[in-house]
């Protein structure tokens, strides 16, 4: 079992950067394919980011490619999520989760522990 605890978020100005960061606890977290996913008020939970557990793989929602980035320290049992050209849209609460399986995958479905979400305002 892993427990997660993300902080970092804040309130910023659009075009500005955020870097969120997801600390676990236990000595398993290597074993874990690492997400981050987001919700908008009124909207449904959606994927932002995934990282596998070798660190070799990403993938990224296509609503922040090339803004987002997601790494992984298992060092520190760690995982981060640095975002730059920040836009009012992406506004949410952002959950960091832990999916234990073998496939890595942007199923929020599949993924088993999460944190209990930092929230992110980007003001116009």
């Known amino acids: 079992q892993v427990q997660l605890v993300e902080s970092g978020g804040g309130l910023v100005q659009a075009g500005g950067s955020l870097r969120l960061s997801c600390a676990a606890s236990?000595?398993?977290?290597?074993?874990?394919?690492m997400g981050w996913f987001r919700q908008a008020p009124g909207k449904e939970r959606e994927f932002v980011a995934g990282?596998?557990?070798?660190?070799?793989?990403?993938n990224y929602a296509d609503s922040v490619k090339g803004r987002f980035t997601i790494s992984r320290d298992d060092a520190k049992n760690t995982v981060y999520l640095q975002m730059n050209s920040l836009k009012p849209e992406d506004t949410a609460v952002y959950y960091c989760?832990?999916?234990?399986?073998?496939?890595?995958?942007?199923?929020?479905?599949?993924?088993?522990?999460w944190g209990q979400g930092t929230q992110v305002t980007v003001s116009s």
């Open positions: 990282v596998n557990r070798s660190g070799a793989n990403t």
């Open positions: 236990g000595r398993t977290f290597s074993r874990y394919h």
């Open positions: 989760a832990a999916d234990s399986s073998f496939v890595f995958t942007q199923n929020l479905a599949r993924y088993d522990y």
